[in-house]
């Protein structure tokens, strides 16, 4: 080959934990598992000058990072620039250079050159004229993007007229957002703090000037200030083409994803498409909210003043989500002790945070953007892992998948004898019962025996729920953000399986511990209908769209028979528990229906007045003898294993409690291998015609 020049030097360094000794020499490898890359052109040479060492052979710097959070390596050997952008992209953190290859090794640098055959002199030749002509600004632009280090050219290199600009401004007033840490802030003393601050500390060293905040009060008024003419430039913000009218922006900093936050025991994992019609709050000036508006124009936007406004009104039921980085959320969740929100569902946005400088300023923006790019890639890592709330000491291995596995296992194990337990206190109460009939001079302490069981189990079930519920929302959570991948690749399938394997169970489970509490809460009395005048049209309509994927994923039809007035009807209930009886016999009629089979929901007027509402199948039925047992808590249809449905027995038992707080009834019709007919009424006190 021949080689034009080199454009790059990329030093050798050993990373690994703080803890591990400092490499000075070949003997102080001794003892430690090395990682090196199997493909990695310079093995050889390393094996003669650092010989008898355990060697690791790795396939890529970030299966590297994966073994050193492990323990399968204790150290590992490569290029500084490619290892921090695979532990910049990755977000793993907890590593650092503990050493460098000595400079007259033959492994401590690769310089990197292009390069052509030797049979085409004239190609080589071609190639270094075409490198000549790459200017200074455009070779930083390229290793910014790529973020390398930049060792050959001078990125720092400023023209007279942006000297003369500096000399003739000293103070540089900047607008911050106090309350966007981490990405800024502003500490007690008004100095300018966060990953911003950082940065612009270093520009303040390396342009002799000073960076002074404006003192605005949120993102908002920053963009005013700077408008205005009272700031020069903001420390962070995201390029949109509405801002491009007003400002000039330096290079990306840092790219941070967004994801979507929900209170707990939201009904599904949230996408953006299943947010449709509803509510999403976000700080008003936000870049999520032109591109959301942009994108889904479906979804309902609120508008807040920042995003701990935006995430306390999400917990206070004022939105149905919220979207923003993992970061700032989780120091606000935190900070707030909001305990009923997390993370639901990840988005496709990514953005880069940059400076953006007044558009009169096009010489500060050259100057911004040299500065930045004089800031190597492990300055801007140091940085990163400072202020990033997600960063650990030591990275996660895969070993918590199996430990989150054993944990569900263990839970599992919990709720199915606490389930057997109260089964078995129901029957026991029953028995009381009957013997308060036979035996009614033991009637009182009969029923002060009932009362205290009905305590105990109220107790059992409230300090259960929070012993139980608190761990699931964070197997749930966790399982979610690796399915998600967020934080990278789990690159063997059955890894990702087993997680969503448990994120189903986490989720089945939630819902039977859901079902209990509600059940047990309906039987003590403490159960408060919230009445409101509602359209049976959209009752049921709303009901029908929460099961439709469940039913087409059968082939399964669904019709409605309704009267001449069914758009004029509307009736007063609680509409969220009448959603809930229809949910529940909807989705209990798809289960049990074979593959293209049909479901039918009835609403029709009885002679009474009355309002009733009918769900029909054309499923596997009910025996004759089991018609009156389906009603009673976690009594099933069918008791053969061969019905291959998950469920609790609850759900046809809170049907009827639910109808029965309307003062409704509630019967079953059936027959086995014909199918189901659920009726429930609605008294006519209730119907509004």
């Excluded at 033959?106 to 002199?121: E, K, Q, T, W």
């Excluded at 709330?389 to 989150?404: A, E, K, M």
């Excluded at 409101?532 to 399964?556: G, T, W």
């Amino acid at each position: 080959l021949d080689f034009t020049k080199s454009y790059l030097n990329l030093p050798t360094v050993f990373f690994g934990r703080p803890a591990v000794n400092r490499i000075e020499s070949p003997e102080d490898l001794i003892g430690y598992k090395v990682g090196v890359i199997s493909e990695w052109g310079l093995l050889n040479e390393f094996n003669r000058e650092y010989p008898g060492l355990e060697l690791v052979l790795i396939d890529s710097e970030q299966e590297a990072l994966l073994a050193l959070s492990s323990n399968t390596i204790d150290i590992f050997v490569g290029s500084l620039a490619v290892m921090n952008y695979s532990m910049s992209n990755s977000l793993i953190s907890g590593f650092e250079v503990i050493g460098f290859v000595e400079e007259t090794s033959s492994v401590s640098g690769n310089d990197i050159h292009l390069a052509a055959r030797n049979d085409l002199p004239m190609l080589s030749g071609i190639l270094q004229k075409g490198m000549d002509q790459v200017s200074q600004e455009e070779f930083a632009a390229l290793t910014r993007k790529w973020q390398t280090s930049v060792t050959s050219m001078n990125n720092t290199a400023f023209t007279e007229e942006e000297l003369e600009w500096l000399e003739n401004n000293k103070l540089i007033k900047v607008a911050v957002d106090p309350t966007a840490i981490p990405w800024e802030t502003v500490d007690e003393d008004g100095n300018i703090d966060g990953i911003a601050g950082e940065y612009l500390a270093r520009f303040e060293q390396l342009l002799d000037v000073e960076f002074e905040w404006v003192g605005n009060n949120n993102f908002d008024s920053g963009l005013s200030e700077v408008i205005s003419g009272n700031a020069m430039m903001l420390s962070s913000i995201i390029q949109t083409p509405e801002r491009m009218e007003d400002f000039l922006f330096s290079s990306s900093y840092l790219t941070i994803s967004n994801v979507i936050y929900a209170r707990t025991n939201a009904e599904s994992r949230a996408t953006l498409e299943t947010l449709a019609d509803k509510t999403v709050v976000l700080p008003r000036e936000f870049a999520i909210v032109e591109f959301l508006r942009q994108d889904y124009p479906d979804i309902n936007i609120a508008l807040a003043d920042s995003s701990e406004e935006a995430l306390l009104m999400l917990s206070e039921g004022g939105a149905d989500a919220y979207i923003g980085s993992i970061a700032s959320g989780s120091r606000i969740i935190a900070e707030n002790r909001i305990q009923n929100v997390e993370i639901t569902g990840d988005t496709p946005y990514k953005f880069g945070i940059a400076m953006g400088i007044r558009n009169d300023l096009p010489v500060l923006e050259s100057i911004i953007r040299k500065a930045l790019a004089s800031v190597d890639e492990s300055e801007r890592l140091l940085i990163t892992q400072k202020w990033l709330s997600l960063r650990t000491n030591t990275p996660p291995d895969y070993t918590v998948i199996w430990q989150i596995a054993v944990a569900l296992i263990l839970m599992l194990t919990v709720v199915f004898i606490w389930a057997l337990s109260l089964r078995r206190e129901v029957r026991r109460r029953k028995l009381v019962e009957l013997n308060l009939v036979q035996m009614r001079r033991d009637a009182e302490a009969a029923r002060l025996e009932a009362e205290l069981a009905n305590n105990a189990k109220s107790n059992f079930l409230a300090n259960m729920s929070h012993e139980i519920r608190t761990p699931l929302n964070a197997i749930i959570g966790f399982s979610e953000i690796i399915s998600s991948e967020i934080f990278g690749k789990v690159k063997n399938s059955k890894y990702k399986q087993y997680i969503d394997d448990i994120k189903i169970s986490g989720e089945h489970l939630a819902a039977v511990i859901n079902d209990i509490l509600d059940l047990s809460k309906i039987e003590s009395g403490k159960w408060d209908l919230d009445e409101q005048v509602a359209s049976i049209d959209a009752v049921v309509s709303d009901a029908i769209k929460m099961v439709e994927n469940l039913a087409k994923d059968k082939a399964i039809s669904i019709h409605i028979n309704s009267p001449d007035n069914y758009d004029k009807l509307k009736v007063r209930g609680d509409t969220n528990c009448l959603k809930r009886v229809l949910i529940n016999l909807l989705s209990n009629a798809i289960k049990f229906t074979n593959k293209k089979g049909s479901v039918t929901c009835e609403v029709f007027s009885a002679a009474n007045g009355d309002l009733k509402i009918a769900i029909e199948d054309n499923g596997i039925g009910i025996a004759a003898d089991r018609l009156d047992h389906v009603l009673n808590p976690f009594e099933q249809a069918n008791e053969n294993t061969h019905v291959n449905e998950m469920g609790t027995g609850l759900g046809l038992s809170i049907v009827k409690e639910l109808v029965d707080l309307h003062g409704g009834e509630f019967t079953l019709e059936s027959k086995l291998n014909v199918g189901t007919r659920a009726i429930f009424s609605i008294p006519s006190a209730r119907v509004i015609v």
